[in-house]
């Protein structure tokens, strides 16, 4: 079983020699085909759940250039998007309904209980739920922490969008706890699955400190690093998995994907890297399902 010492060894770095080990011992392995590489838990799949986390190769988008852009449409063409897509979702070896949401860094959480309602991605949500089959609920990021939940008892699923805005306002609390209300799922039942997203040398300036000292005075002790003056290194995994197991989720359920998108932009897509650079940035997508 997973430890925290486990769940938060080294990252994987372009240099590790132990890369595959490392993934293993997380529950992560690398599907791969026709260019495109994209991340899986394989505990939430042994239990259900079709799942994946988008890297930013294989793809038709100038992002610099052979890119799995997969969402943005203020920054590339709606015929890239969708061709990318279309990659992507062919992956998981049946035709599937993705639903996504206008993300606004907020902390609310969309319900899906109809095709039509999943095909609705214009309502502003930063997380999606679900119990319907040919469905896959996806949150788009380029630095921001996707977590994907199975509850394996009752095949309720969710995706999360996680930025420092939606950390602090506990989005993905608020998601557990709508699965135990609508749903019924115990705590002791969901498979969590923290995804790629920016924990290593994550700045943030004094306002951010101070409020997450504020709603978190203990816990953040463990995700805030101090780095200068009234700054600090936020790891956005760390935060994350204390609020999954502030809501009873077992230490042992909870895979943590050993990336930076800081320092991986050869397999991922960083706003606070590459917009400086390229004036734009792509976006993965994390999606979570059952057929």
Request: charged share 25%; proline share 3%.
């Amino acid at each position: 079983m997973p430890t925290e010492t486990i769940i938060f060894e080294e990252l994987i770095r372009k240099d590790t020699l132990n890369a595959d080990e490392i993934l293993s011992r997380r529950s992560f392995y690398w599907l791969e085909k026709d260019g495109l590489k994209v991340l899986v838990c394989r505990k939430l799949e042994q239990v259900g759940f079709t799942n994946g986390f988008s890297t930013r190769l294989g793809g038709v988008s100038d992002f610099p250039k052979n890119a799995l852009n997969l969402a943005g449409f203020g920054e590339d063409s709606e015929e890239n998007i969708m061709e990318n897509r279309r990659r992507f979702l062919s992956f998981f070896g049946k035709e599937l309904t993705l639903a996504t949401a206008w993300q606004v860094h907020g902390a609310d959480v969309k319900v899906i209980q109809s095709l039509q309602e999943a095909k609705d991605g214009n309502s502003r949500y930063d997380a999606l739920i679900s119990n319907l089959n040919g469905i896959l609920v996806g949150v788009k990021t380029a630095d921001c922490v996707p977590i994907l939940i199975g509850d394996a008892v009752n095949k309720v699923y969710a995706a999360v969008h996680a930025g420092w805005r939606g950390t602090l306002q506990e989005i993905t609390k608020k998601t557990v706890q709508k699965m135990i209300d609508l749903y019924g799922s115990k705590p002791r039942d969901l498979i969590c699955a923290i995804g790629p997203a920016a924990v290593s040398k994550y700045e943030v300036g004094p306002e951010v400190v101070e409020a997450f000292v504020e709603r978190f005075p203990i816990e953040s002790k463990v995700f805030l690093k101090p780095s200068r003056l009234g700054h600090a290194f936020l790891n956005l995994h760390k935060a994350n998995f204390q609020q999954l197991l502030s809501c009873g989720v077992l230490t042992e359920n909870i895979y943590v994907a050993p990336f930076c998108t800081l320092e991986r932009t050869d397999l991922f897509f960083s706003y606070r890297v590459e917009k400086k650079i390229y004036g734009k940035v792509g976006r993965l997508l994390s999606v979570i399902g059952k057929l």
